[in-house]
Every structure is written in C-alpha cells, then in structure tokens.
C-alpha cells in the first residue's frame, strides 16, 4: 500500500526520497545502488524525464517504477510492478497533497 507521507527533495542530481523514517538518496541519471527493503535487495536508480522524476527497481522477484509528477500543491505518483507471481503489469495511482 502506498506510504500516509512522503518527502521528495531535489538538490542539483541528487534526490532524496523519505517516507517515515527512511530516506533513499540517489543519483539522478546515475548507476543504480544497491538497496535493501522489505522484499530483499534491489538495484534502484533514478532519473528526470521532463518534470517526472522516474525511480526504477529492480529486484529478483520483479521490477517496480514509480513516476512522481507535481502540479501545484499536489503530488502524483504512478506505480507499474511487473513480476513472476503477477498475471500482468499492476498499476495504481496516488495523490498527495503539501502540508506545508
């Protein structure tokens, strides 16, 4: 399920994406680093493509990309799963709103 908040800060090609109390610093543009979650470990990376940041995972039980896209005070992020155990790709969409 998606995360109740979520923090994205872009500082020249570095992002930071924290929900709760974790927090994923990456490159943008850059190789993917190894990251661990609750599925295992994953190679993320993470680029602009226009005004979306993209963020791909890749792991063995399958891959994940999110597109963040903001628009005023709100935030989309469109998930896409793919996996062994999945009939086809999964999509969902989230909207966040600022609180600050």
């Known amino acids: 399920s998606p995360p109740r908040s979520l923090s994205i800060e872009i500082e020249g090609s570095k992002v930071t994406i924290g929900s709760g109390?974790?927090?994923l610093e990456l490159e943008l543009g850059g190789s993917p680093i190894e990251a661990m979650g609750s599925q295992g470990k994953a190679q993320v990376s993470a680029n602009m493509q226009g005004p979306m940041l993209i963020v791909m995972v890749q792991s063995d039980k399958g891959d994940r990309t999110t597109a963040y896209r903001a628009s005023g005070d709100r935030l989309t992020v469109e998930v896409t799963m793919t996996?062994?155990?999945?009939?086809?790709?999964l999509k969902y969409v989230s909207t966040y709103a600022r609180t600050n």
């Not at 062994?84 to 790709?89: K, S, W």
């Open 21 to 23: 109390d974790r927090r």
């Open 83 to 89: 996996g062994d155990r999945l009939a086809g790709p």
